[in-house]
Each structure stands twice: as structure tokens, then as C-alpha cells.
């Protein structure tokens, strides 16, 4: 099955991920890298959590075993422990409350599944294998970081400050699209920002 790929607003949402493990980690980074304010709950938390929690103040970490209660409020919870059934369970607890779930090696649970992406500043390319092979998309994300790079993201950035003025000062989409790719299209040539 090919999956949807949609584009969510987590800044400052709750997103609670259960579990303190590697896989643990690997979820809490992801979400933080787009802003969510994330609980994590654990019986055991490794270091790897602590040492994000030291500089992060969107991650508040709760030493302790599940509850049902904890998944209220969210907008999104990540079940990552290591227990097949209490993964179930969760993605039980929140499929019946409408809030999205992901867990960890259940495909069959989850309401939506992680890409592996690149990200320079506002800029995303995101692959799924739709779970067929986590590796094939690590490879496309390889092949892709030659193009999608830091300068990129600079672009991206330019473009976004200049696009109200721009769409402001001509009239058809036609001549918007044209200027937009004019810009585009020759700061990539230059390899440096249009100056302003
Ligand atoms: C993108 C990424 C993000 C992340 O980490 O969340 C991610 N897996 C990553 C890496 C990775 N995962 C695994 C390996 C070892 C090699 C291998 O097994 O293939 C490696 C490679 C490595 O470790 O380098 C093991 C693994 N993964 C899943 C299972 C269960 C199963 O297959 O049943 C098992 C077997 C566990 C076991 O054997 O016990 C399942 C899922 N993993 C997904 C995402 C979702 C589908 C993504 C897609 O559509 O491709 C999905 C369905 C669920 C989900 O988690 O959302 C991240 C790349 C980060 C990056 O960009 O670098
Ligand atoms: N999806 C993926 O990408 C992927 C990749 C590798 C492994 N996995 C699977 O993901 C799972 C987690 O992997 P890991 O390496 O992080 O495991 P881990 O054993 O290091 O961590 C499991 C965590 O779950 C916590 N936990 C267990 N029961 C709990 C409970 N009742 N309440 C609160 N916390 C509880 C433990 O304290 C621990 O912190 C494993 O089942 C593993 O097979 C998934």
C-alpha cells in the first residue's frame, strides 16, 4: 500500500511518544526537528533522551509506566516500546479517540507512518518505501541531498519573503509564475542569492 504524503503543522502541538528506547529517540528528534512539544513516557529512558531534554524546553520527560489517560489531549502519540501488545493497545486507545498513532514495527496499528526526509530550513523532500524497505528510502534521501542542499533552503527562505510583494505587483498568475522562475532559475545558475 503507497501512503499519502501530507504535510502537518505540529509546531507546539502535544505529541506524546511512549517509550525511552533508541526507536524512542529516534521519533522525539524527529518531532522536535518540526517544533512539537513532546512528552516522553518511560519506564526506563536512555541517555540519548536525556541529553535532548538538557537543551530542549519542548520535551518534558515522565519516568513511568503508561496510563491510558496519558494519551489524552494529544494530537498525535508515537508508541515505541519494546512490548508488542501495549503498542497495540495504545494505537487501540487513540484510533478510538481520533487521534493519529503511530506504532513502532505495526504497520497494521499505525494511522500514519515516518519518512525518511532531508530538511533545510523550511524545504522537505520526504520518501516512503510504504514500509517495504526503510533502507531503500535511506537511499533515495542520499541521492536527493545532492540537489536539495543548505543553498536550497536559502532560496526557499528568499522566495517566501519575496512572494506577497511579488504576487502583489503583477497581475496574472501566468506573469507570477514566469518572475518566480526567472528568480529561481538564476540563482541556481549563479549559485548566490538574488541581491535585494
Ligand atoms: C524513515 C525511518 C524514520 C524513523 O526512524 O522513524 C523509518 N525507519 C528508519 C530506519 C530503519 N528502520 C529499520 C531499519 C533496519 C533495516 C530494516 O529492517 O529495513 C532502518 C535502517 C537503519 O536503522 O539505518 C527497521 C524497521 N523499521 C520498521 C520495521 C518494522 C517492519 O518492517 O515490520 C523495522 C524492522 C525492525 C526489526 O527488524 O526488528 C518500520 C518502519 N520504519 C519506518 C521509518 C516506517 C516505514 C518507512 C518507509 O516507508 O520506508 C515504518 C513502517 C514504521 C514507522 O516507524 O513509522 C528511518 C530512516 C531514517 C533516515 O532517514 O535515516
Ligand atoms: N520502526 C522502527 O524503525 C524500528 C527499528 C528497530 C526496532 N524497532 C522495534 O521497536 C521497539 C523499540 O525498540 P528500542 O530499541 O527502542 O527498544 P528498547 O528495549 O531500548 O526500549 C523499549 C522502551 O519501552 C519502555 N517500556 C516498555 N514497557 C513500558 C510501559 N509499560 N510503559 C512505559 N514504557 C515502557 C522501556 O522502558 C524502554 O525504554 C522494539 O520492539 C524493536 O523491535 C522498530
Not at 18 to 21: A, L, P
Not at 113 to 120: D, G, L, M, N, R
Given at each position: 500500500m503507497a501512503y499519502f504524503p501530507m504535510f502537518v503543522n505540529l509546531k507546539d502541538q502535544p505529541c506524546l511518544v511512549?517509550?525511552?528506547?533508541m526507536v524512542a529517540y529516534r521519533k522525539v528528534k524527529v518531532l522536535l526537528d518540526f517544533e512539537a512539544r513532546v512528552v516522553v513516557v518511560g519506564e526506563n529512558i536512555c541517555d540519548k533522551i536525556y541529553e535532548i531534554v538538557k537543551k530542549s524546553n519542548q520535551l518534558e520527560l515522565q519516568k513511568k509506566c503508561f496510563e491510558d489517560a496519558d494519551c489524552d489531549n494529544m494530537f498525535m502519540v508515537i508508541a515505541a516500546t519494546d512490548d508488542n501488545l501495549l503498542n497495540h493497545h495504545i494505537a487501540e486507545i487513540c484510533n478510538s479517540k481520533g487521534i493519529m498513532v503511530n506504532a513502532v514495527d505495526q504497520k497494521e496499528d499505525c494511522s500514519f507512518?515516518?519518512?525518511?526526509?532531508?530538511?533545510?530550513k523550511n524545504l522537505i523532500a520526504a520518501f516512503s518505501?510504504?514500509?517495504?524497505?526503510?533502507?531503500?528510502?535511506q537511499y533515495l534521501k542520499s541521492q536527493e541531498k545532492e540537489i536539495l542542499t543548505p543553498f536550497l533552503g536559502e532560496l526557499n527562505e528568499y522566495?517566501?519573503?519575496?512572494?506577497?510583494?511579488?504576487?502583489e505587483k503583477y497581475d496574472t498568475e501566468e506573469k507570477r509564475k514566469e518572475?518566480?522562475?526567472?528568480?529561481?532559475?538564476?540563482a541556481i545558475e549563479n549559485g548566490e542569492l538574488p541581491q535585494e
Open positions: 511512549v517509550g525511552g528506547g507512518i515516518f519518512s525518511s526526509y532531508i530538511k533545510e518505501s510504504g514500509g517495504n524497505s526503510p533502507v531503500l528510502a522566495m517566501g519573503k519575496i512572494r506577497k510583494r511579488v504576487i518572475i518566480f522562475k526567472e528568480i529561481v532559475n538564476t
